[in-house]
Structures are given as C-alpha cells and as structure tokens.
Nanobody, 122 residues
Framework: QVQPVESGGGLGQPGGSLRLSCADS??????IGWFRQAPGKEREGVAC????????YYGDSVKGRFTIARDNAKNEVYLQMNNLKFEDTGIYFC?????????????????WGQGTQVTVSS
C-alpha cells in the first residue's frame, strides 16, 4: 500500500520558485496528483501525472507555471512551482490513485500524504 510523503515546502517570494517532492517506494504503481488547500477554502486540484500515458493535467490557476513530473532516479514525483503568486499559499498534498486515468477532484484519490506548507510572501 502506498503512503505518499511530501517534502520541499516552505517560504517563497512572488515570482520565485519552489519544488515539492512526493516519495514512496510504490509510486510507480499509481497515478499521482497534487492538491492544495488554503485556509477557509476547499481542497483544489493542482496537477496530475498519468504514468501509463505519460500525460499531465493542470488546474487552470497553475497552467504555464507549475510542472508535475517523475524523477525516476529517486522514485519521486515532484511539483516544480515557478512564478509564484500570493494565492499559491496553502498546504500542498500528494495523493495516489490506481491507474484509472487522471482527475483533479480529491474524491478520486485513495491515498494521501500529510501535506506540506507553502507560503508565498514578500
């Protein structure tokens, strides 16, 4: 059973970059999604990686700025976040779902990490 573990959160500046990682020895058996939740808001789908298709999907608010990809050497899935904005602040979660395609709805995922805090501030 997969148990994703996130790392790499912290403080970023507007226009800057951060990179989050999601690790588990069984990640290559699942499709992986990244989600975020800001205080008082619902959990939002950020990106999804369909490993079998080699396809990626992004929420509208991060398209062109964030990249989800797999690091085969480390058996990790990372989220590269560029051109950070204040509204990117939140807790970021990595989640896994069996190979059933990619969705950006939290209900579609079976396994969740504990989350890592990202704060964008000047």
């Amino acid at each position: 059973q997969v148990q994703p573990v996130e790392s790499g959160g912290g403080l970023g500046q507007p226009g800057g970059s951060l990179r989050l990682s999601c690790a588990d020895s069984h990640l290559d058996e699942y499709n992986i999604g990244w989600f975020r939740q800001a205080p008082g808001k619902e959990r939002e789908g950020v990106a999804c990686l369909d490993l079998r298709k080699g396809a990626t999907y992004y929420g509208d608010s991060v398209k062109g700025r964030f990249t989800i990809a797999r690091d085969n050497a480390k058996n990790e899935v990372y989220l590269q976040m560029n051109n950070l904005k204040f509204e990117d602040t939140g807790i970021y979660f990595c989640a896994a779902r069996p190979f059933r395609g990619c969705v950006l709805q939290p209900a579609g995922y079976d396994y969740w990490g504990q989350g890592t805090q990202v704060t964008v501030s000047s």
